[in-house]
């Protein structure tokens, strides 16, 4: 009776996986393209032009090594294949990482760029001959999306429009008060070198007022490190003074469990202080 019903089960889950394989197959290329695309898009759109098959193999060994660590660390199928998911996960927080850095940088270089236009236009250049020579003068990020909104011009689409792909690529304060002020400054005039020097002004005085209050709030982004940390490094030190006394956590079913819950909360607590923070003008 036992060796009927264990075929009969052995022989429901052979089934279940010919007919559910092909899906998850499927399921599986399907992520894996549309991470390969996303991945394209966001380092072309920083000036990085990488093939999506050149991306492939990163794909592949970041979840070969995040699956191969945590089921080295605790023997179980399920947190390989948690390490996998977490493995895939880091490269898209990592682009975003390096979108805001790159934003930051950006705006960082706008009003000395902003100045020396003003400066330009007061000598008596226009608006597209002093883009033209003080462009190539500046820094990355910058110059790499000026020069672009240059050749887009040259190509012939409108400055307006140019602007607004600039504000569409980078999207910070800086550019929407410059898009703005050259959409105005082109249907009514007026004094635009007057206009960019006092928006450099602003822009300043904003980035000045951000790094106050990153500097206020840095003890609380510290304290969210030291909160996440905490309680790894005490069981880094339990493990060193009495390893049987805490191998329970990672070699039973209940501890793998409790860890996980661990991770989790902790996550979300350095979500919500991150949140807490993170101050936006």
Request: proline share 3%.
């Amino acid at each position: 009776m036992w060796l009927v019903l264990s075929l009969m089960a052995w022989g429901t889950v052979a089934v279940l996986g010919l007919v559910y394989l092909p899906q998850l197959w499927r399921y599986g290329q399907t992520l894996k393209q549309y991470f390969l695309q996303r991945s394209e898009q966001d380092l072309a759109a920083r000036f990085v032009f990488i093939q999506g098959h050149a991306l492939a193999p990163l794909f592949w060994v970041s979840l070969v090594v995040g699956a191969g660590l945590f089921g080295w660390a605790t023997g179980s199928w399920w947190w390989m294949l948690i390490g996998a998911m977490l493995s895939v996960m880091v490269w898209p927080l990592a682009l975003r990482w390096w979108k805001k850095r790159r934003l930051q940088h950006y705006e960082k270089q706008l009003p000395d760029y902003l100045l020396a236009l003003a400066g330009a236009l007061r000598a008596g250049s226009s608006l597209a001959v002093a883009m033209q020579r003080m462009t190539p003068l500046c820094h990355a990020p910058l110059v790499q999306e000026l020069s672009l909104v240059l050749r887009e011009q040259r190509m012939g689409v409108a400055r307006d429009e140019a602007f607004a792909r600039l504000y569409a690529r980078m999207p910070c304060e800086g550019n929407s008060l410059l898009r703005s002020a050259l959409a105005v400054a082109g249907q009514s005039g007026g004094g635009l070198a007057d206009l960019l020097e006092s928006m450099a002004h602003t822009i300043n005085q904003r980035l000045y007022i951000e790094g106050r209050i990153r500097a206020l709030t840095a003890q609380g982004r510290i304290q969210a490190w030291v909160m996440v940390a905490l309680p790894f490094l005490v069981g880094a030190a339990l493990y060193v003074l009495d390893s049987a006394l805490i191998a329970p956590l990672w070699q039973e079913a209940s501890g793998r469990w409790v860890l996980l819950t661990i991770i989790v909360l902790e996550a979300l607590g350095l979500w919500l202080i991150y949140r807490i923070v993170n101050i936006r003008l």
